[in-house]
């Protein structure tokens, strides 16, 4: 069974431009989150979809945005890049949302690792 | 607000000794506590997820317990190995279904 997906593992962009980012969750895996680590602030929650719904949101600018498709893949844009969004962006699949009664565990993907210069 | 601890930050110990990782949380009211290992430049690999309801959760050599009312975990690993070297990192599941997560302890097993 494949894991979780993540496309691109590199890309090096320059301030003020926008990144795209895709992820592919374990197939019947509903569940999309996405995590933002860096060194300075460890790893902080951005956003979790489930099925096409975004279910709750971290506290990141408004650059920072997400969706998810019908077949659960997940994308997040970042616009007007700056410096300071340089980091490992990972994303994690579950079978369930988190609200939801269940095990919740999470599996996450080898993460898009962004340089913004 | 919860905020989740793990101390300590670097951990160097002799191949073969069996050790504990810890992890502390200011909030009793979780959902989950879940520990990962995060391998230099890579994703993370969920290791053990414990449901509030629950007090500890195997797997091989690995051992996580969970005390929620003092707000502590406790991930023992048995016989290290020098594959065992990695980050270890905790989260826990808050009453807002978000997961909040410590900073993660950098464990060396020398051979």
């Known amino acids: 069974k494949a894991g979780v997906t993540q496309t691109p593992r590199y890309l090096i962009k320059t301030r003020g431009q926008q990144v795209t980012l895709s992820c592919s969750p374990i197939s019947g895996h509903r569940s999309v989150s996405w995590y933002q680590q860096t060194p300075g602030q460890g790893l902080q929650f951005l956003f979790e979809?489930?099925?096409?719904?975004?279910?709750n949101k971290g506290n990141f600018p408004g650059r920072f945005s997400g969706r998810q498709f019908s077949n659960s893949r997940s994308e997040m844009n970042v616009s007007t890049l700056e410096l300071g969004d340089s980091a490992l962006y990972l994303c994690?699949?579950?079978?369930?949302?988190?609200?939801?009664?269940?095990?919740?565990?999470?599996?996450f993907g080898e993460g898009s690792r962004l340089t913004v210069l | 607000k919860q905020e989740v601890t793990q101390i300590p930050a670097a951990l160097s110990v002799p191949e073969g000794e069996n050790l504990v990782l810890n992890c502390s949380f200011t909030d009793s009211a979780i959902y989950n506590l879940q520990w990962f290992r995060q391998d230099p430049g890579k994703g993370l690999t969920s290791l053990l997820l414990i449901q509030s309801s629950q007090r500890e959760q195997t797997s091989g050599r690995l051992n996580a317990s969970l005390d929620k009312s003092s707000g502590r975990s406790t991930l023992y690993i048995a016989a290290s190995q020098p594959g065992d070297s990695a980050t270890y990192l905790c989260?826990?599941?808050?009453?807002?279904?978000?997961?909040?997560w410590g900073a993660g302890t950098k464990l060396i097993i020398k051979p």
């Open positions: 979809y489930f099925s096409e719904t975004q279910r």
């Open positions: 994690a699949s579950s079978l369930v949302a988190s609200g939801s009664l269940g095990t919740g565990e999470l599996f």
């Open positions: 989260a826990v599941r808050d009453s807002n279904y978000q997961l909040i």
